[in-house]
């Protein structure tokens, strides 16, 4: 098709605008499942960086990383000292001599929030300011310190040992859409399950056209008991519900995206096989097809370059349609809990994760995935719709 055709039929695409607005949500889910990678806060399948402790995190929430604890023994003298352990945000203890027979004690960096302080091994007639001392042993413990711990009574030098433990601190990711139940975000977690309802959608829709076009081709152009045989097994095929082919087939080869592709091929490619058909036996009576034949042209090439393309419209009208239905028949597989595993849901498993949360006002976990998915296919069916107007030529201005 020349430049001046593809402007026409653009124009008279873009004449609606809800096919406009279809087109463009479209892309943007493209977009958002190409580069989902890039966009994602962080990689929701990958198990070794999800915590707990993230789980079920309401909208805008901050991530908060793991406490440390310092384990350290200092030296308590005339002169200030310094204990330093492993960790990276609570690097250590100090103490400097505040008076008489009083030390303080304090988080290195001070800047760092303590949950707790505890002092062990403190000479007799020692005591520790605001402090809780243990019933048996000789234990102080400051709860949530505001400032510096002050040790009091020492009548000389001392070894003591502190456990410092400070409070969880943010590590600069915000939960724009929260968190489900195993701590995953769920804005990465929607841009991965975009990726991968996108990727079923259309590697099944195409799979199945490739299959069923040819399929239909060879039943219009052979007839006889070869379109018999085909024909039957699309009446087979469609006597089926979808749903049910598909739990039939992934009972039998268990879960992952290669059997979900699999089980919706075997339920979308009769659909291309009828109208192929349908519309190939129109066009083998025109007169291009004979004239095709008289130059003893091959099987192949009159079914591939002159039939095959007069029935391309309507292919990529139910191609289109079809992208749609294998995303809906994805999701219903994955919500039932047979389609894709745990460790790298669709947004049909999204949906299902939350569902058990729904009325415990955990909404964040079904209501987003399940928006984006209504969306989706809202979109795909309506670009779907405008290109069958466009090819229905009872339509035609």
Known sequence: MRMPALRAAFGRFAESPAAMISLAITLVMLFAAIFAPLLAPTDPYDLTRLQLADALKPVGSRQLGPAEEARVSIHVGAGPAEATGPGTVLRG?????CGEGCVELAAVPPDVALASLQIRNLPRGAGVDQARKHPVQP??????????????????AADIQVIAKSLPQETGLTFYLGTDGFGRDMLSAILYGIRISLTVGLVTAATAMVLGTGLGLVAAWRGGVADALIMRAVDFMLGF????????????????????????????????????RSVALGELGKEYVEAARVQRLS??????????????PQIIVLFTLNIAAAIALESSLSFLGIGLPLT??????????????????????????????????????????RLRDLNNPRLDR
């Not at 203890?93 to 001599?97: D, R």
């Not at 519900?241 to 009769?270: E, F, H, M, N, T």
């Not at 099987?299 to 039939?307: D, E, S, V, Y």
């Not at 928006?371 to 309506?382: D, K, S």
């Open 344 to 385: 790298k849901p669709s947004l049909g498993m999204l949906i299902a994760n939350g569902y058990e949360y729904i009325f415990s006002h955990k909404y964040w976990i079904s209501i987003y995935p399940g928006l984006i998915l209504l969306v989706m296919i809202v979109a795909l069916n309506l670009l779907g719709d």
């Open 93 to 97: 203890v100090s103490a400097v001599p």
């Open 299 to 312: 099987q192949g090439r009159i079914l591939l370059r002159h039939i095959l393309p007069n029935c391309l």
């Open 139 to 156: 234990w102080w413990t400051v709860t949530a310190p505001a400032g510096p711990v002050r040790i009091t009574g020492l009548t000389g």
């Open 241 to 276: 519900p979808a749903l049910l082919v598909g739990l039939v087939v992934l009972a039998l080869l268990g879960s992952g995206v290669d059997k979900v592709i699999v089980a919706i091929v075997l339920v979308q490619w009769c659909y291309y096989a009828r109208t192929t």
